[in-house]
């Protein structure tokens, strides 16, 4: 079982919404993961630009994580190493992440996001998720696509 990133004591809400962001990813839970995301602001913005990524909406990102991402990966798990809070509506961190695809890839890598929150239409819930900007390592990434490329290949030649 995945490891739960817990909340430090006095953590603001945005904290809060960011651990539940984290246990989602960790659980592979795309409604959990859904619901930390504000249905008309969200937007992803993944770096470095060369891996000429475009930037997601709520009502793109989904899609692509239900129908393209997660139906490859069998785990994916962000081990937090550390969070900073600029002010009430912002998280900072700097991530581990590892994932293992359905052909056996890992793909290992280093994250730091920008978390950027919203105030939740219904009263008594957590922020929610206005901006999500992420820089990863490009190059473990490049390499993993290549690793599943290849092995995607070597599958149809069978």
Do not use: R
Request: net charge negative.
């Amino acid at each position: 079982m995945a490891p739960n990133y817990v909340v430090p004591p006095n953590a603001s809400p945005a904290h809060g919404s960011f651990a539940q962001y984290i246990n989602s990813w960790n659980a592979m839970d795309l409604d959990a993961l859904a619901k930390t995301m504000d249905d008309e602001k969200f937007m992803w913005s993944m770096f470095p630009t060369s891996l000429n990524i475009p930037p997601l909406s709520k009502a793109q990102a989904v899609p692509y994580l239900k129908d393209v991402f997660l139906p490859t990966i069998n785990s994916f798990v962000f081990k937090v190493l550390t969070v900073t809070e600029p002010n009430n509506s912002t998280v900072i961190s700097h991530l581990q992440g590892e994932a293992v695809s359905k052909l056996g890839n890992v793909l290992k890598n280093e994250y730091l996001i920008v978390l950027n929150f919203v105030p939740s239409k219904i009263e008594g819930e957590l922020p929610k998720i206005s901006t999500y900007t992420e820089f990863m390592d490009s190059k473990a990434l490049t390499d993993f696509q290549a690793a599943e490329a290849k092995a995607k290949a070597g599958v149809a030649a069978k």
